[in-house]
Nanobody, 123 residues
C-alpha cells in the first residue's frame, strides 16, 4: 500500500493550490480516502474525506466552501482543490486510506498514510 502526495507549494493569501494523492497497492474504489494536515506544534487534523465511490464527502468547518475533495478511481488519484487560502492553512498535508465502512475525518480511523506535502500560505 502506497500513497504519495504532490502539489505542495508556497502560495500567497487568497491563492489556490491543488494537491494530488497517487495510490498504489490496493483498489482505490474500495476505500475512503482522507486529507489531513498538521501545522508546527499542533495535532494532526482532518480536512476532508471522500467515500469509496465519491458519493459522500465531509469537510472540516474551517475549510468548508474553500476546499473540494474529488477522486478518479480509474487513475488511482484523489485530489484536494484549495481556494481562498489563508495563512492558517499552512501545514504539512497528508492523504490516508481508511478500511472503515464509513467516512470519517478522525486520524485514528485511517490505516495507511502518505509522506506529506508542505503547503505554505504567505505573502
Amino acid at each position: 500500500v502506497q500513497l504519495v502526495e504532490s502539489g505542495g507549494d508556497l502560495v500567497q493569501p487568497g491563492g489556490s493550490l491543488r494537491l494530488s494523492c497517487a495510490v498504489s497497492g490496493f483498489p482505490l474504489d474500495y476505500y475512503t480516502i482522507g486529507w489531513f494536515r498538521q501545522a508546527p506544534g499542533k495535532e494532526r487534523e482532518g480536512v476532508a474525506c471522500i467515500s469509496a465511490h465519491g458519493a459522500n464527502a465531509n469537510y472540516a468547518d474551517s475549510v468548508k466552501g474553500r476546499f473540494t475533495i474529488s477522486r478518479d478511481n480509474a487513475k488511482s488519484t484523489v485530489s484536494l482543490q484549495m481556494d481562498s487560502l489563508e495563512p492558517e492553512d499552512t501545514a504539512v498535508y497528508y492523504c490516508a486510506q481508511s478500511v472503515k465502512p464509513y467516512t470519517s475525518t478522525r486520524p485514528e480511523d485511517y490505516d495507511h498514510w502518505g509522506q506529506g506535502a508542505q503547503v505554505t500560505v504567505s505573502s
